[in-house]
Nanobody
Framework: VQLQASGGGLVQAGGYLRLSCAAS????????VGWFRQAPGKEREFVAG????????TYADTVKARIITSRDNAKNTVYLQMNSLKPEDTAVYYC????????????????WGQGTQVTVSS
C-alpha cells in the first residue's frame, strides 16, 4: 500500500483544514488507517484512526470533538477534518495503514505516507 497525505498548510488559530490520505497498491479496504502527527523535537503521536469500514473511529483526547476522520473506500481516500485549530496542533501529519483498528502506537502500522505540514498561527 502506498499512501500520500495532502491538504496541509498555514492557517490561523480557530481555522480549519481537511487532510486527505490517498492510497494505492494493495487492497486498501483491508486496512485500518491511523493519523499521527509529529512536532519538532517531539515524538510522533496518535491523532485519530478508523477501521477498514470506517465504522469504528478512535481519537486522541487532545483532539476529540475538534477532529473527525472518515474514509471513502470507493476513492481509496481517508480524510481528517480538523476544526478549531490551535497553535499546538502545528506538526507534520502522517497517515498510516495497518491491520488492526484503534492502534495508537506507530509500530502498529505497516505503511506510512510522507506527511503534510500543518502550521497554525496564533
Amino acid at each position: 500500500v502506498q499512501l500520500q497525505a495532502s491538504g496541509g498548510g498555514l492557517v490561523q488559530a480557530g481555522g480549519y483544514l481537511r487532510l486527505s490520505c490517498a492510497a494505492s497498491g494493495r487492497a486498501f479496504t483491508n486496512y485500518a488507517v491511523g493519523w499521527f502527527r509529529q512536532a519538532p523535537g517531539k515524538e510522533r503521536e496518535f491523532v485519530a484512526g478508523s477501521s477498514w469500514t470506517g465504522g469504528i473511529t478512535t481519537y486522541a483526547d487532545t483532539v476529540k470533538a475538534r477532529i473527525i476522520t472518515s474514509r471513502d473506500n470507493a476513492k481509496n481516500t481517508v480524510y481528517l477534518q480538523m476544526n478549531s485549530l490551535k497553535p499546538e496542533d502545528t506538526a507534520v501529519y502522517y497517515c498510516a495503514a495497518g491491520r488492526f483498528a484503534g492502534v495508537v502506537e506507530p509500530t502498529g502500522y505497516d505503511y506510512w505516507g510522507q506527511g503534510t505540514q500543518v502550521t497554525v498561527s496564533s
